[in-house]
């Protein structure tokens, strides 16, 4: 009879070992990617683009932290990389990883990611999508005068993926990546979460226009409804709300050494005093406190946030929405950084910080699918790096069973 701990080694090396193809497995995730156009010229081909896609694809879901990295993830890969892959010239080197990510469209690599996300979720459905900004801190090249790059990305909580993603335009910021960002993704039906940057009147427009709802921070930013806002909530809770149509919902959680302790309060926006362009928010239904106290082992914080959404007023689904859009942070952007190390890249030239990008979402994405191996996105990054099979399980977990059109991504 085999041991406890045989059976605990027997169960981890058959995880996600089972009926796994690799030719099969790799050909079906290349299909979201094989209409990326290649900006080599015909002379300097030496390796083919999709040989070049598939083992970055791979080195960054492995942990690959930049093109030296994919060499060598590919030279130490190489017997099980030629089992599916054609590599005329072997394994490419970091120059020319780099060179081709420098050259790629990055728009082109986006449109793709977003057409393999949307092929995982199409029959899943999406409530919830949490809008939010991050900055490449490492990326900025100040010789040059080139800018860190900065990334608005969308944010399926429920799923735990990235929907996709858009470039903010060095002279521009959030207010008009937003917009463009939403144009890629069909919100149709969805609750869209934006932090106070993406408060805007033509936000609030856009997205009942396309049929979905809104919640939106309110802050300083828009100081005359802030103020009138938080000023009604004061006295009407001073008063009890008294006489108010309120919902209120309370939640206590506890982890990571605190416990906090959450209470929403919504309110028809019928229920108050005309507010300042009121008129002009469109869909505009309910007005939102969020009150929290987090208690620590040497303090206690207290917060309290305001919001305008389209909802009806319901502080049970409302409130499920705010602290689904938190998940962008912690989630995300937290994994990007800590993981991936995204803040400490100088990848810096050409198209190379956008598209490098683009991998670790791809990659996040890849392994938060794969749940038969229940540990932290690091260890299971790890996994795939020494298990060739673990790979291919991650794999297959991305790999929908329906496929794209040929021509999604032109």
């Known amino acids: 009879m085999p041991t406890q701990v045989e059976k605990k080694k027997q169960k981890t090396e058959t995880v996600?070992?089972?009926?796994?193809?690799?030719?099969?497995?790799?050909?079906?995730?290349?299909?979201?990617?094989?209409d990326i156009k290649d900006p080599r010229t015909q002379?300097?081909?030496v390796h083919l683009l999709k040989d070049i896609i598939t083992i970055a694809i791979l080195?960054?879901?492995?942990?690959?932290?930049?093109?030296?990295?994919m060499e060598e993830y590919g030279v130490n890969k190489q017997e099980w990389l030629s089992t599916f892959l054609e590599l005329p010239g072997g394994i490419p080197s970091a120059d020319t990883f780099r060179r081709v990510f420098e050259k790629i469209n990055p728009k082109e690599l986006e449109q793709c990611f977003r057409l393999w996300v949307q092929s995982l979720i199409e029959q899943l459905g999406v409530e919830v999508v949490a809008i939010d900004g991050k900055t490449n801190r490492g990326s900025y090249d100040r010789a040059s005068g080139v800018k860190a790059l900065h990334m608005v990305s969308a944010w399926a909580s429920e799923h735990r993926l990235v929907l996709g993603q858009t470039k903010v335009s060095a002279k521009s910021n959030e207010i008009t990546a937003i917009p463009a960002l939403l144009e890629l993704l069909d919100i149709q039906g969805c609750i869209i979460t934006i932090d106070a940057m993406g408060t805007q009147k033509s936000m609030a427009t856009k997205i009942t226009g396309a049929n979905a709802d809104y919640v939106l921070s309110l802050k300083d930013n828009h100081p005359t409804l802030h103020q009138q806002v938080k000023s009604w909530f004061e006295t009407a809770q001073s008063q009890g709300f008294k006489g108010v149509d309120v919902s209120i919902s309370q939640r206590v959680e506890k982890g990571h050494h605190r416990i906090e302790n959450r209470k929403v309060y919504t309110v028809p926006v019928s229920q108050l005093p005309l507010l300042y362009q009121q008129d002009q928010w469109s869909g505009l239904q309910t007005v939102v406190m969020v009150v929290r106290k987090s208690q620590y082992w040497n303090k206690t914080t207290h917060e309290?946030?305001?919001y305008l959404t389209s909802l009806l007023s319901d502080a049970n689904r409302i409130g499920s929405a705010i602290r689904q859009h938190w998940g962008i942070e912690n989630s995300v952007h937290w994994t990007l950084d800590v993981t991936f190390d995204e803040d400490k890249s100088r990848i810096?030239?050409?198209?190379?910080?956008?598209n490098f990008a683009v991998l670790r979402r791809l990659a996040l994405n890849a392994l938060e699918r794969e749940t038969s191996f229940r540990r932290s996105i690091r260890q299971k990054s790890r996994r795939t790096a020494m298990n060739d099979r673990y790979m291919l399980a991650v794999l297959s977990a991305a790999v929908p069973t329906s496929h794209p059109s040929t021509s999604a991504c032109q």
């Open 304 to 306: 309290v946030q305001f």
């Open 348 to 354: 810096r030239s050409l198209h190379g910080p956008q």
């Open 59 to 69: 080195a960054v879901i492995a942990g690959a932290k930049g093109w030296e990295d």
């Open 16 to 34: 996600g070992a089972t009926n796994l193809d690799s030719q099969e497995i790799t050909k079906k995730f290349g299909q979201y990617f094989q």
């Open 43 to 45: 002379r300097t081909r």
